[in-house]
């Protein structure tokens, strides 16, 4: 029977999931609104889940103690910028929501778009939302697909394809409210069992957490405090680079920002985002799983050190609960944001690209069918970037993902916060900053030597796009006149 546990777990989850994806669905109207954002219904308990599993990926499981491995205490640097993440939906968040139910908007680039009064805004938004969307959508194929291959023996594509038509299935029937509702079960799931393998591995390998961290200090105590190993050091500037990026693009994921429309009230938005931070305890024990691996002969340092370590003999194997349980969480973290990025990309490819941006006159039933359709074309493409991602970089596709949505930064506050912002001043913003990134992106792969000499400080492509976005944005909003007074009140700008 111990031998068959692990696949009892993983494919009893994926029933359960199913199952409340379905069942969520009973609840709704069926039209775009509710398909998008639950028709803001969303409480306390849904929203705090869905803001926390939506963000932490499969990446967080694998990717935490891999990089505790690597590269030591830079890993705290997820703590240190989740922390004061989401400080920036607090003040705007409740804007966001009041906004989007007085006027109808359940997308980033619906709202954005509408403020600046441009269809080019709105389509730019979403044909970008959905290029950064694909390779960290990857990341969760592989991340379900390590799990399958670990557990049943499968290939990795095998493995996500089977996991990603059970995500695909419970986000078509039950929209919002099925991702909203499952990541309820998944994002427990996930604090549950790190927090029991963070108190009991180090217990079992080290005796104890402490005893455990005080081998760390005595064997490797370059990987407790920066630059960390001499061999991937991590400078103080660096550090607080990545921190304060992160902080800045954090709530521009599309995905993340939309969960602003889902609140029941303006004010649940901003409870959500001071009780967010707590969601990242998660990550500590997550840590100490990294370091407890640390000391281990023969530990590997890619993702998979978390399943390894799990494996260990003297943990019980690959038959143990620990290890069923840990292919049970990283499914939980691998499907709670694939599902998101599903859900949000075919939202934002009709809402913003076909209606918003082209004008297809769609109403709330035919958009929520074409947002069925258009989920399962996104998942295929994905499968197929994640069939050929050993000859394509997944740190280069990274690189271009997360460079985008902080492209989007500079159009939200100042729509939300300056009357001087306009279309013109908009449109160009966002077209250089797009544009720069893309430019930098390509050049970075096809031509080394030249993207040397455009970036010779190897800057993050991200912060030069956003640079040129601002200074073009405010110098043609002070150069061109603001837009009529009555427009501007329907965004509470007066």
Not at 286 to 300: E, I, M, S
Request: hydrophobic share 55%; proline share 5%; with cysteine.
């Amino acid at each position: 029977m111990t031998e068959h546990l692990a696949p009892i777990v993983v494919f009893g989850y994926l029933a359960i999931a199913s199952l409340i994806g379905v069942l969520a669905a009973r609840r709704g109207r069926g039209g775009a609104t509710d398909f998008v954002a639950g028709e803001r219904s969303f409480g306390p308990l849904v929203m705090y889940f869905v803001m926390g599993a939506t963000v932490f990926s499969a990446y967080a499981l694998l990717g935490t103690p891999q990089r505790v491995i690597t590269k030591g205490s830079d890993a705290f640097y997820i703590l240190a910028y989740g922390a004061v993440g989401f400080a920036p939906i607090f003040f705007f968040g409740a804007r966001v929501r009041r906004i989007g139910a007085r006027e109808g908007f359940v997308t980033q680039a619906e709202l954005v778009g509408a403020r600046y009064d441009s269809r080019l805004v709105t389509a730019v938004m979403g044909i970008a939302s959905i290029v950064a969307f694909l390779p960290y959508m990857v990341i969760q194929l592989k991340g379900a697909g390590i799990v399958m291959e670990a557990v049943m023996g499968w290939s990795r594509l095998v493995g996500a394809m089977v996991v990603y038509a059970v995500v695909t299935g419970y986000v078509i029937v039950g929209g919002m409210r099925g991702v909203g509702w499952t990541n309820v079960v998944q994002g427990a799931v996930m604090l549950v069992v790190v927090w029991i393998l963070g108190i009991t591995v180090p217990e079992a390998l080290h005796g104890g957490v402490g005893p455990m961290l005080d081998r760390v200090a005595a064997e490797y105590p370059e990987w407790m405090v920066l630059p960390g190993p001499s061999g991937a050091p991590t400078t103080h500037f660096q550090y607080s680079s990545e921190v304060l990026l992160s902080i800045l693009g954090f709530s521009m994921w599309p995905q993340v920002f939309m969960k602003c429309f889902t609140a029941r009230s303006s004010r649940l938005v901003q409870l959500t985002a001071v009780l967010y931070p707590t969601f990242l305890l998660f990550l500590v024990p997550l840590v100490l799983l990294g370091y407890a691996a640390l000391l281990l002969p023969g530990a590997p340092t890619d993702e998979n050190v978390l399943l390894w370590l799990v494996s260990r003999p003297e943990l019980g194997g690959v038959t143990s609960l620990s290890f069923a349980f840990v292919a049970f969480a990283i499914l939980a973290a691998s499907m709670s944001t694939g599902d998101a990025l599903l859900h949000g990309g075919g939202s934002v490819l009709v809402r913003d690209v076909l209606v918003g941006g082209l004008g297809w006159k769609l109403d709330e039933r035919a958009q929520a069918r074409w947002m069925r359709g258009t989920i399962v074309g996104l998942l295929a493409v994905a499968l197929g970037l994640f069939a050929v991602a050993d000859r394509v970089s997944v740190v280069d596709l990274l690189l271009l993902a997360y460079a985008i949505p902080i492209q989007f930064l500079p159009l939200v506050l100042a729509g939300l916060y300056w009357r001087r912002a306009n279309r013109r001043a908009g449109e160009w913003g966002l077209g250089l900053g797009i544009s720069a990134v893309a430019l930098l992106f390509v050049a970075s792969l096809a031509a080394p030597e030249l993207y040397a000499t455009l970036n010779p400080l190897g800057i993050q492509i991200g912060v030069i796009g956003v640079t040129l976005n601002v200074l073009a944005l405010v110098f043609l909003s002070l150069l061109t006149p603001p837009m009529a007074r009555s427009h501007l009140e329907r965004f509470e700008l007066r």
